[in-house]
């Protein structure tokens, strides 16, 4: 079962544009990850928020995580055509495997 | 270390035939996972590792699947009498044991498995 879904399933904007994916999760969570992965490839990790941070930023990504309405957004700022992929994210929770949620299709038009 | 290595990266295979896949994980990591992951889906957990110990298994996971990880190093996932809703891609990855899982973990780049 997947515990994490995202919104939108799929977004497409001009280079240069914000793009904002969000997650919701339904149990308790340890931290949550965000992950990239291109087409046919292997999933990159981007991100690591821990249930007692509220936001977190490397480079220009920027996450947030609200564990009252178990929900987290991913920012992407100035996008650019190379971050063309999908993202997930994905919670850590006792059971001590990441589960992902299904995906954001997201296509930066140059 | 190059990072989580999978083997090989396509395999087509007929119905009824048994596959099998390797993963060698990064070395110092001793957790490695598996995850199966079909077209427009996000990955579903099948089992990980920690060490040589399998201490968990989805109920995906079905008695025609086994995964094993000798001497805690490189693991291999064999599936059995494959089924054509076998085919998917097959995704490994290792990460450290952190508290509260502190850390990301290290993919593959994948075994996309079609059953003909």
């Known amino acids: 079962s997947q515990q994490g879904e995202e919104d939108p399933q799929a977004l497409s904007i001009q280079e240069g544009e914000n793009a904002t994916m969000n997650c919701s999760y339904k149990?308790?969570?340890?931290?949550l990850q965000w992950y990239r992965q291109n087409s046919g490839r292997g999933l990159v990790h981007l991100i690591l928020?821990?249930?007692?941070?509220r936001e977190k930023h490397s480079g220009r990504l920027r996450v947030t995580l609200d564990t009252s309405k178990k929900s987290s957004s991913l920012l992407i700022t100035a996008s650019r055509a190379a971050d063309t992929a999908s993202y997930f994210c994905?919670?850590?929770?006792?059971?001590?495997?990441?589960?992902f949620g299904g995906g954001t299709r997201l296509m930066v038009k140059p | 270390d190059t990072g989580v290595s999978q083997n090989p990266r396509h395999k087509i295979t007929k119905r009824g035939q048994n596959v099998t896949f390797r993963c060698d994980p990064i070395?110092?990591?001793?957790?490695l996972y598996w995850y199966r992951q079909t077209l427009g889906q996000g990955p579903e957990f099948l089992t990980y590792?920690?060490?040589?110990?399998?201490?968990?298994k989805s109920r995906l996971l079905s008695d025609r699947f086994s995964a094993e990880r000798p001497k805690g190093s490189f693991s291999t996932l064999e599936i059995q009498r494959t089924e054509q809703g076998d085919s998917a891609m097959y995704l490994c990855?290792?990460?450290?044991?952190?508290?509260?899982?502190?850390?990301?973990?290290?993919f593959g780049s994948g075994t996309r498995l079609t059953v003909v």
């Open positions: 990855a290792s990460s450290s044991t952190g508290g509260r899982g502190a850390y990301g973990y290290t």
């Open positions: 149990t308790s969570i340890n931290n």
């Open positions: 928020i821990r249930s007692n941070e």
């Open positions: 994905a919670t850590y929770n006792a059971g001590n495997m990441l589960t």
């Open positions: 070395s110092e990591h001793n957790r």
């Open positions: 590792f920690q060490n040589e110990a399998q201490l968990e």
